[in-house]
């Protein structure tokens, strides 16, 4: 059984970096077919893609986002990060990390159940 | 990026009712598009995939649809276990997109 699980601070001061970990169980981050992603969501925006992570290192970014993330894989401990630099209020969201399947359409057929990070001093 | 819209943006139903959810693309996407339920609470939970594919474990009462812009959501007769919150999604282009969402309360 495929399982994700997020983990990292709930409090992040502005124009510091969230950092957040998603932890894989019942599958290794190194089979092929499959991205791993970050998505979160507000109650203003909605569902919100991040970006994605390969095996192969290849990343992919929401240009909206893009100069300020960084998603990398950690195969070894079956893990993937977000950090997400200088940080406002605008980005307090439910974060989910989720796994993409890219056997040829690309859907996220695995999610974490969120973690919630709130940005305030 | 694309855009991604639906309706209605709320609904109550009765068991057993028919019901429909429509989302649109602001361009067309061929058939690159999910959809997916969210539970308060929880995480969305993919139904379908490439517009049609029924997910391993999905209730066949749920059906999708649709092709270039245009596609729906049908549960033909819903229960009172599909409350909850249903998003489309386009994998045609990055940056992937979903919708507003479509609440769906039951009567």
């Known amino acids: 059984q495929v399982q994700l699980q997020e983990s990292g601070p709930g409090l992040v001061k502005p124009s510091q970096t969230l950092s957040l970990t998603c932890t894989v169980s019942g599958v290794s981050t190194t089979r092929g077919g499959y991205y791993w992603s970050w998505i979160r969501q507000t109650a203003g925006k909605g569902l919100e893609w991040i970006g994605r992570?390969?095996?192969?290192?290849?990343?992919n970014y929401n240009p909206s986002l893009k100069s300020r993330v960084t998603i990398s894989l950690d195969m070894s401990k079956n893990q993937f990060s977000l950090n997400l630099n200088s940080v406002t209020a605008a980005d307090t969201a439910l974060y989910y990390c989720?796994?993409?399947?890219?056997?040829?359409?690309?859907?996220?057929?695995?999610w974490g159940q969120g973690t919630l990070v709130t940005v305030s001093s | 990026d694309i855009q991604m819209t639906q309706s209605p943006s709320s609904l109550s139903a009765s068991v057993g009712d028919r019901v429909t959810i429509t989302c649109r693309a602001s361009e067309s996407i061929s058939s690159y598009l999910n959809w997916y339920q969210q539970k308060p609470g929880k995480a969305p939970k993919l139904l379908i995939n490439?517009?049609?594919t029924l997910q391993s474990g999905v209730p066949a009462r749920f059906s999708g649809s649709g092709s270039g812009t245009d596609f729906t959501l049908t549960i033909i007769s819903l229960q009172i276990e599909d409350f909850g919150t249903y998003y489309c999604q386009q994998s045609y282009d990055t940056p992937v997109t979903f919708g507003p969402g479509t609440k769906v309360e039951i009567k």
């Open positions: 490439a517009a049609s």
């Open positions: 992570v390969h095996k192969s290192g290849t990343t």
């Open positions: 989720a796994r993409v399947n890219v056997t040829g359409d690309l859907f996220f057929d695995c």
